[in-house]
């Protein structure tokens, strides 16, 4: 563990990050100085990702997102653990299934858009009430490029995504002034979650972007702490799309 900055005084609420992007985020946060609450499924994966991060700057919570008791939980051990929520984080997200829309199991989609849109939605409204409402923040959405194009046989993550770009808005409009409200859209990033898009043909993969490589955490966790800081002041109801330069090549 490496020697930790000056406490920020903000307090950010980071769901699914106990690894991959979510993880890379929080790692982001903490180098700035910020304290972190971080949720996920695995308790040992949480506790790892705890010493790593370090303990007097962050605290775990282990359950699924989309648990109403879970939101609430979270919610209230990082109002026990800091006393504020600043910002707020909705990276949980799954892809249970690979196939058509027109094939697609509806239970499936449904289990999919309570992990991906309603969980963002439950988290929001907690920390508005805990928090924001009265003393400002922000908020950043994990969205994908998935929710922007036609995505061959994950069409309904992108069904889902495309919902959480317009919770974005949503939000925004709602929660301006004292709250700021965007998402983030990454193309393939190296991540356990999004290895059946590239592991065995990762050269090939990264050969269709014109930067030549897939995208790591941090570069998404680099770009979701800028929206979280007061150099984005200005910047609300925005989808930031961090793809590698993969929608140069659309239509070519």
Not at 13 to 33: D, E, P
Not at 60 to 71: L, Y
Not at 179 to 206: C, D, M, Q, W
Not at 233 to 250: C, K, P, S
């Amino acid at each position: 563990m490496t020697q930790l900055p000056p406490d920020s005084g903000r307090v950010a609420l980071i769901t699914g990050a106990s690894r991959g992007i979510g993880f890379g985020i929080a790692q982001a946060l903490v180098a700035r100085g910020d304290r972190v609450c971080i949720t996920g499924r695995n308790e040992e994966a949480l506790k790892e990702a705890v010493e790593k991060l370090g303990p007097d700057r962050a605290v775990g919570v282990a359950g699924k997102a989309h648990d109403e008791a879970h939101q609430a939980i979270a919610v209230e051990r990082t109002m026990e653990a800091f006393g504020r929520i600043d910002n707020l984080v909705n990276n949980a997200g799954t892809n249970p299934v690979y196939g058509l829309l027109s094939d697609i199991d509806l239970g499936v989609v449904r289990k999919l858009y309570e992990t991906n849109v309603l969980s963002a939605l439950g988290f929001a409204q907690r920390t508005w009430k805990a928090w924001q409402k009265e003393n400002g923040g922000a908020i950043v959405n994990m969205a994908s490029i998935a929710g922007l194009v036609p995505s061959p046989f994950i069409g309904a993550y992108g069904m889902s995504k495309a919902a959480m770009i317009n919770l974005t808005v949503q939000l925004a409009a709602e929660m301006a002034p004292g709250v700021r409200v965007n998402s983030i859209a990454p193309a393939v990033v190296k991540t356990r979650f999004a290895a059946a898009l590239y592991e065995g043909h990762e050269e090939e993969t990264a050969a269709g972007y014109p930067l030549q490589r897939l995208g790591v955490p941090e570069d998404i966790g680099g770009a979701a702490a800028f929206l979280l800081s007061d150099q984005a002041g200005w910047i609300t109801g925005q989808n930031l799309v961090i793809d590698g330069g993969i929608f140069l090549r659309a239509g070519s």
